[in-house]
């Protein structure tokens, strides 16, 4: 068995190192968000993250203002 042989992709494709600002073709989004691994460490990040985004979702009836830089923040529906 070769090594290549070992791994689900083929080891020799083309990797971009960095995507740079502007290069937002439909292969190199794919690329990326294919090639992306989440680790055990962000995963618990991004389990946080969204407990808690959801927990204040929940917590307080809300609308949007429009309008910058109202349209950033949530005004609560009582006041």
């Known amino acids: 068995m070769r090594i290549s042989e070992m791994f689900y992709k083929k080891i020799d494709r083309d990797i971009k190192g960095v995507i740079k600002v502007g290069q937002d073709d439909d292969a190199n989004i794919y690329q990326e968000l294919d090639e992306y691994v989440v680790t ?3 995963r618990g990040y991004f389990s946080d993250f969204f407990e808690a985004y959801k927990k204040v979702l929940l ?6 203002a429009s309008g910058y830089p109202a349209s950033l923040a949530a005004v609560n529906r009582t006041s």
């Open 40 to 42: 055990n460490e962000l």
């Open 59 to 64: 917590a307080t009836p809300t609308k949007w």
